[in-house]
């Protein structure tokens, strides 16, 4: 059974900085694309970043690029999402999603709430 | 363009038919079958209903179906059901440089 699990989140103050961790597994991990999604509260939901199955390719919306990084450990068959200098408006919940090619997201996780305040 | 554009609210009866419009341009729906709708209950995470405007994954009752013309893509329920009663968003690969997918703003399923 495919299984994704998000941590890491919680309250940082604006300006701080957050790293969200997912824990994949009941697949071949290293053989997929992997996406993080962000919905703010009461809100849609808005693509953010995705990494190439090897890691060799990465790419971020450019409304968040030079704060975020994300990166994976195929050893560890893990995703990570690196925030940085946050702000209010990066209140939401991460979600973590396989995938399966052609932006098809077959699978996604519970959900992590990041809530930046002071 | 910050999202596609879908209608904020749709309603039906059960055992009706309704449909949700997602529009966007040709650098994204117009130029691409990457079209995917998702369900969302309050508080859970999305479920992939269509991909590929218009495949459905295993499991997914064949109720649900996609299509597209133009610039628009739209998912069709039919036989509604209480259970249909969620949150609908669509995406979109787009070659638009700022972003690699693009959602819809989402819409509100209410089944009377």
């Known amino acids: 059974e495919v299984q994704l699990v998000e941590s890491g989140g919680g309250l940082v103050q604006p300006g701080g900085s957050l790293r969200l961790s997912c824990a994949a597994s009941?697949?071949?991990?290293?053989?997929?694309?992997m996406t993080w999604v962000r919905q703010a509260p009461g809100k849609g939901l808005k693509w953010v970043a995705h990494i190439k199955g090897d890691g060799s390719q990465k790419s971020y919306v450019d409304s968040l690029k030079g704060r975020l990084t994300i990166s994976r450990d195929n050893a560890k068959n893990s995703l990570y999402l690196q925030m940085d200098s946050l702000r209010a408006d990066d209140t939401a919940v991460y979600y973590c999603?396989?995938?399966?090619?052609?932006?098809?997201?077959?699978?996604w996780g519970q959900g992590a709430l990041v809530t930046v305040s002071s | 363009q910050s999202a596609l554009t879908q209608p904020a609210s749709v309603s039906g009866s059960p055992g009706q038919s309704i449909t949700i419009s997602c529009t966007g341009t040709s650098s994204d729906v117009g130029a691409y079958d990457y079209v995917s709708w998702y369900q969302q209950y309050p508080g859970k995470a999305p479920k992939l209903m269509i991909y590929?405007?218009?495949n459905r994954p295993s499991g997914v009752s064949s109720r649900f179906s996609g299509s597209k013309s133009g610039n628009t893509a739209s998912l069709t329920i039919s036989g509604l059901q209480a259970e249909d009663e969620a949150d609908y968003y669509c995406t979109s690969f787009t070659s638009d440089t700022t972003r690699e997918a693009i959602f819809g703003g989402g819409t509100r399923l209410t089944v009377l």
């Open positions: 590929a405007v218009t």
């Open positions: 009941g697949f071949t991990f290293s053989n997929y694309w």
């Open positions: 999603v396989r995938d399966m090619g052609y932006y098809r997201f077959d699978y």
